[in-house]
């Protein structure tokens, strides 16, 4: 299960920052020469936002991927403090676990309250 939860949540986007940041560093850099050299610079200017923009959503992306790596290591410690198999149907774990379980004709899916969700063949 844990495999199955890096691979949807990823490693983090560290390193597609530091492109980003490096560009940006590049690009204002260009960007100073041209203002200095009284010539136009709205193209690197706008590329520049565009960056920014687009490191903004990787950041972002990542702390969601970290709120939903916290939530799914909080229900493993519970699930690890149980310390015996579940056998029987257990009502306060299901409230405690699952958000919602959709029902269709051929399967059902589980969303989980950490976020994830599997599908369930019948």
């Given at each position: 299960m844990k495999e199955n939860i890096e691979k949807v949540i990823g490693s983090g986007n560290a390193s597609k920052v530091e492109e980003v940041e490096a560009e940006l560093a590049d690009l204002q850099k260009e960007l100073l020469k041209k203002a200095n050299a009284r010539q136009a610079y709205d193209d690197i200017a706008d590329?520049?936002?565009?960056?920014?923009?687009?490191?903004?959503?990787?950041?972002?992306?990542?702390?969601?991927?970290?709120?939903?790596?916290?939530?799914?290591?909080?229900?493993?410690?519970?699930?690890?403090?149980?310390?015996?198999?579940?056998?029987?149907?257990?009502?306060?774990?299901?409230?405690?676990?699952?958000?919602?379980?959709?029902?269709?004709?051929?399967?059902?899916?589980?969303?989980?309250?950490?976020?994830?969700?599997t599908e369930v063949a019948m």
């Open positions: 590329k520049i936002e565009e960056l920014r923009r687009k490191k903004q959503e990787l950041l972002l992306e990542d702390a969601n991927n970290e709120g939903s790596r916290q939530r799914v290591e909080e229900m493993e410690k519970m699930l690890d403090e149980m310390g015996t198999a579940v056998t029987e149907y257990d009502e306060g774990l299901v409230r405690k676990l699952i958000e919602k379980i959709t029902v269709y004709d051929d399967h059902f899916t589980v969303e989980f309250k950490s976020g994830l969700e």
